[in-house]
């Protein structure tokens, strides 16, 4: 069984001030984890991706994000917000085995200020 | 490269009139989703594909919908007869294969079943 949370459903910040979007997993297996974007009226497009390899994976647009198992986490993040940034973002969770089972979270809201 | 092309991007209809949507999906990916995304549910998974073969259908709300995939390059959502409350953007995406791959999601369909 596998489930993905994202912990706010919107976040506002102003541009030029830093970026934090919450994400918890479950896995039964060693996970993939991904983010995607979607603008309005589009649809989503990957940000990053992680498959085990380095837990701190680099995106597009300047995201990045980290992996800790300890804390079944997978928050995203950017140092500087921009006002191209304000989208959805959605956490994605991949399982093993021979059918890709992917879980999506509910999504956050990203506000921008200017 | 082209991404996912889906068509058509709007469609206005009336209740009970069949509605067919269509996917290409990215050259070489053996898999392929149909997605459904509304405001009260978020994205939800209609079904997968896998080398052009039905692997999961369990989110197909009910038998008004069918999905058909003939070829590697072609799939169709098919609702027959549609009601108002399929009302929804719906969403194709594919990827390279099965396990853990990202998913490349077309831009969507916007559907108004009046």
Known sequence: AQSVTQLDSHVSVSEGTPVLLRCNYSSSYSPSLFWYVQHPNKGLQLLLKYTSAATLVKGINGFEAEFKKSETSFHLTKPSAHMSDAAEYFCVVSGAGGYQKVTFGTGTKLQVIP | ?114
Not at chain 2, 46 to 51: A, G, M, R, V
Not at chain 2, 60 to 82: G, V, Y
Request: overall charge negative; charged content about 20%; aromatic content about 8%.
């Open chain 2, 1 to 114: 490269d082209a991404g996912v092309i889906q068509s058509p991007r709007h469609e206005v209809t009336e209740m009970g009139q069949e509605v067919t949507l269509r996917c290409k999906p990215i050259s070489g990916h053996n898999s392929l989703f149909w997605y459904r995304q509304t405001m009260m549910r978020g994205l939800e998974l209609l079904i997968y594909f896998n080398n052009n073969v039905p692997i999961d259908d369990s989110g197909m709300p009910e038998d008004r919908f069918s999905a058909k995939m003939p070829n590697a390059s072609f799939s169709t959502l098919k609702i027959q007869p549609s009601e108002p409350r399929d009302s929804a953007v719906y969403f194709c995406a594919s990827s390279l294969t099965a396990n853990n791959q990202p998913q490349h999601f077309g831009d969507g369909t916007r559907l108004s079943i009046l």
